[in-house]
Nanobody, 121 residues
């Protein structure tokens, strides 16, 4: 079994900061990519940021310069530092990991349970 556990969401005023964490555990052989999506009510799920095993990152245009994704391969954990938050960042944030399970030949995507981020104006 593989689990992704998120933490760090909450309520913050506009201009504030939050840090999300996502820890993967279970029978994991290797992780290729970890990242974050978000989905607000009535909107499509949006890729926020992603990081590969070798540290390459990409960001949605809407968060570039404000959000920073990082990872700790040894801990199988990723982080999303969110600065200068705006009310439009309000959403449920879901982490994911594209990984190989021990004994499996192909990678699969696993999801966290989601964490609410609310930014008040």
């Amino acid at each position: 079994q593989v689990q992704l556990v998120e933490s760090g969401g909450g309520l913050v005023q506009a201009g504030g900061a939050l840090r999300l964490s996502c820890a993967a555990s279970g029978s994991i052989f290797s992780i290729n990519t970890m990242g974050w999506y978000r989905q607000a009510p009535g909107k499509q799920r949006e890729l926020v940021a992603a990081i590969t095993r070798d540290g390459r990152t990409n960001y949605a245009d809407s968060v570039k310069g404000r959000f920073t994704i990082s990872g700790d391969n040894a801990k199988k954990t990723e982080y999303l530092q969110m600065n200068s938050l705006k009310p439009e960042d309000t959403s449920v944030y879901y982490c994911y990991a594209d990984l190989y399970r021990a004994g499996y030949a192909s990678s699969q995507r696993y999801w966290g349970q989601g964490t609410q981020v609310t930014v008040s104006s």
